[in-house]
T-cell receptor, first 113, second 109 residues
Framework: DTGVSQDPRHKITKRGQNVTFRCDPI?????LYWYRQTLGQGPEFLTY????????KSRLLSDRFSAERPKGSFSTLEIQRTEQGDSAMYLC???????????FGPGTRLTVL | GENVEQHPSTLSVQEGDSAVIKCTYS??????FPWYKQELGKRPQLIID?????GEKKDQRIAVTLNKTAKHFSLHITETQPEDSAVYFC????????FGTGTSLTVIP
């Protein structure tokens, strides 16, 4: 499968724990995006990378969230000290440059108890 | 930042009828407008897109129109089929996508 992949697909954690998600984009794509989606809403932009550089971070993203793309290939999204309000689907997408189709991964569903 | 509004939030049509979903955006710098379809439990998938230098684009039963002056764009689905039932999201893009809140389309057989 040469599409965008995410791991894990589901994560259940207790409030206060740290979690880390991984995204593997389509190999030739230089742009990688992270979104959060809650039930009945559209994907909400969190952050994006061009190659290994993180170019923008949503001001909705608290300091508990951090993302990396160390070699310009896969990316990780870490949430520290999780809260119940962090429960959502976390989607990753990749594209070749900006303003082109973004291909989405299957998402990681996070449940914080 | 960009603000995208989408309506209606739900839409039911009889099979064979047309469906229209409308979006407005706030930032005149937006220059790319994709539409995504998301079926229950699945990832969003692009169905059609339009760039700011084009007023209309059509792909079989799906068409999108863009009015840059009024800052709105619309999705038109003709001859709807039950498999068109899904949630549809519009987006406006400068460097990243800003999505609308979605329209849940139900096509009644």
């Amino acid at each position: 499968d040469t599409g965008v992949s995410q791991d894990p697909r589901h994560k259940i954690t207790k409030r206060g724990q740290n979690v880390t998600f991984r995204c593997d984009p389509i190999s030739e794509h230089n742009r990688l995006y992270w979104y959060r989606q809650t039930l009945g809403q559209g994907p909400e932009f969190l952050t994006y990378f061009q190659n290994e550089a993180q170019l923008e971070k949503s001001r909705l993203l608290s300091d508990r969230f951090s993302a990396e793309r160390p070699k310009g290939s896969f990316s990780t999204l870490e949430i520290q000290r999780t809260e119940q309000g962090d429960s959502a689907m976390y989607l990753c997408a990749s594209s070749f440059d900006s303003n082109n189709e973004q291909f989405f991964g299957p998402g990681t569903r996070l449940t914080v108890l | 930042g960009e603000n995208v509004e989408q309506h209606p939030s739900t839409l039911s049509v009889q099979e064979g009828d047309s469906a229209v979903i409308k979006c407005t955006y706030s930032d005149s710098a937006s220059n790319y407008f994709p539409w995504y379809k998301q079926e229950l439990g699945k990832r969003p998938q692009l169905i059609i897109d339009i760039r700011s230098n084009v007023g209309e684009k059509k792909d079989q039963r799906i068409a999108v129109t863009l009015n840059k002056t009024a800052k709105h764009f619309s999705l038109h689905i003709t001859e709807t089929q039950p498999e068109d039932s899904a949630v549809y999201f519009c987006a406006a893009s400068i460097e990243q996508f800003y999505f609308g809140t979605g329209t849940s389309l139900t096509v009644i057989p």
